[in-house]
């Protein structure tokens, strides 16, 4: 075996690894989804930037072993009907992301799920500017400058380091975020 075949190997073995890493930790918050008084409302992590032939993002893509960012959408059993958690784990830097999004409308979760897009909640941690932005009790609060029916009007988020995650903390870590999120603006 050459060195380009090793290193070839390695890559492909990193890069299964960090999907197993990353399956364990939606086994994990699935389970803790449930015992914290949340609905998964996917089936699995959407994978975006990597979609299939026919532009589902919700369906396995050829590319998928490559995608670096995984999104988990997530409802409080006893939240309004216009809220919608996200926890976004993102390989590159590698951090994630928990948000709250808070619609001016209800929202139809299963019609948002069947077309997902990632512009369909308008995630601006990107300090997009048509959100202004406030720090509040170590939380970023985006709230949309003009109304526009398929963004949030308030997004509220968090963002830490994916190492900060562990076993014994992804509960506190993740579900006490979320938990907190719903504290505000409710």
Same mark, same amino acid.
């Given at each position: 075996m050459t +060195?380009?075949?090793?290193? !070839? &190997?390695?890559?492909?073995? !990193?890069?299964?690894?960090?999907?197993?890493?990353?399956?364990? /930790?939606? *086994?994990?918050?699935? *389970? &803790?989804?449930?015992?914290?008084?949340?609905?998964? /409302?996917?089936? +699995?992590?959407?994978h975006w930037w990597t979609c299939n032939d026919n532009d589902d993002p919700i369906l396995p893509s050829s590319a998928s072993w490559s995608t670096r960012w995984f999104i988990l959408l997530f409802k409080r059993k006893d939240d309004r009907k216009n809220t919608l958690y996200m926890m976004e784990v993102n390989l590159t830097v590698p951090n994630v992301t928990a948000a709250k999004f808070i619609y001016n409308y209800e929202v139809d979760y299963s019609e948002m799920i069947k077309n997902y897009k990632f512009d369909s909640y308008s995630f601006p941690v990107n300090m997009d500017d048509r959100y202004s932005y406030k720090e509040i009790n170590g939380f970023t609060k985006a709230t949309l400058k003009t109304n526009k029916k398929s963004w949030a009007n308030c997004v509220w988020f968090d963002e830490f380091s994916l190492s900060e995650i562990r076993g014994d903390n992804v509960r506190e870590k993740i579900f006490g975020t979320f938990d907190k999120l719903a504290e505000l603006d409710s």
């Open positions: +060195d380009v075949d090793k290193k !070839i &190997l390695n890559a492909f073995d !990193i890069a299964a690894e960090t999907h197993e890493n990353i399956s364990k /930790l939606i *086994k994990s918050c699935k *389970k &803790l989804c449930k015992e914290s008084g949340y609905e998964v /409302l996917t089936k +699995d992590f959407i």
